[in-house]
């Protein structure tokens, strides 16, 4: 099959197709996998990876295959798969859907609600990381600091939650770009007392003044990922995304699109045609 990996560098090219190894493994068809900054981090060798590793993290696809223990899918289903297995991350610590085939545990899959195209069902998990932002306790004002593509949704989402920003010093920060620069605007913004929720998984280690939150008693919070199945809910509720969901090109032209800003999504297809619904 075809794939993008890590192995002393980036690599495109033919890979053994993904065997069923456990009862309960499924080999997913990729349809569409979203491409997002830590797959650039880890292209361009920023992000350290398990060598050798197929890369990405945002895939839905087919079911193709499954174990003889698996229960809760049959061959043909579509589904989208979590970014993160037993604890490690997919395109990272083990192989990712930038690629014809990928093989997962069954756990590791949701169902895709029928009424979703496919660039909204690989698009799941960065819905899913932005209502992460919930489980923090977020109280009078909530305001986002960051730019591009990921700060614009979580502030819908958000918005679709019921916070809203004001002027002043806000009660709750959150920090979205991963970013020296976006983590000092985002301790600059709150209120003494108050929070800043950490989104954001960045590709290095982030220097900020810890004097100043000790000094303002400021409160420091991350988060993960919410269930796929509440963002799934999200978008069926028609959350506004269609500007933010970019081209779909070829999986052979990742490495093109390493350049490209982060105004919307882009997505990569081992069949684009397929993709078109």
Excluded: N, Y
């Excluded at 590793?53 to 839905?60: M, P, Q």
């Excluded at 043909?76 to 990712?96: M, N, S, T, W, Y």
């Excluded at 992460?132 to 960051?146: F, S, T």
């Amino acid at each position: 099959m075809r794939a993008w990996w890590r192995e002393g560098g980036l690599r495109f090219g033919e890979r053994p197709t993904p065997a069923l190894r456990a009862p309960d493994d499924v080999r997913v068809r990729v349809m569409l996998a979203g491409l997002c900054r830590t797959d650039v981090a880890v292209a361009q060798g920023r992000l350290a990876c398990v060598e050798p590793c197929v890369l990405g993290h945002e895939v839905a696809g087919v079911v193709e295959a499954v174990g003889s223990a698996v229960t809760r899918f049959r061959v043909g289903e579509r589904v989208a798969c979590l970014p993160q297995v037993d604890g490690k991350r997919l395109g990272i610590e083990r192989d990712g859907g930038f690629a014809e085939a990928m093989v997962v545990p069954e756990r590791a899959l949701v169902s895709v609600p029928a009424e979703l195209d496919w660039r909204r069902a690989a698009f799941v998990e960065p819905v899913a990381a932005c209502l992460a932002v919930r489980r923090a306790p977020l109280e009078g004002v909530v305001r986002v600091v960051g730019e591009g593509r990921i700060a614009e949704l979580t502030r819908r989402v958000l918005h679709a939650s019921g916070h809203a920003d004001g002027p002043g010093p806000a009660d709750v920060v959150v920090e979205t770009g991963g970013r020296d620069t976006s983590l000092r605007a985002a301790l600059g913004e709150v209120r003494d007392g108050g929070l800043v929720v950490l989104k954001s998984r960045p590709s290095r280690a982030l220097a900020f003044d810890v004097a100043d939150v000790v000094v303002r008693e400021l409160r420091l919070v991350g988060v993960g990922w919410a269930p796929f199945d509440e963002a799934f809910a999200l978008l069926r509720a028609d959350l506004p995304v269609e500007d933010l969901l970019g081209d779909v090109s070829p999986l052979e032209a990742f490495e093109d699109l390493l350049a490209v800003d982060e105004t919307t999504k882009r997505f990569l297809a081992p069949e684009p045609a397929r993709c078109a619904a």
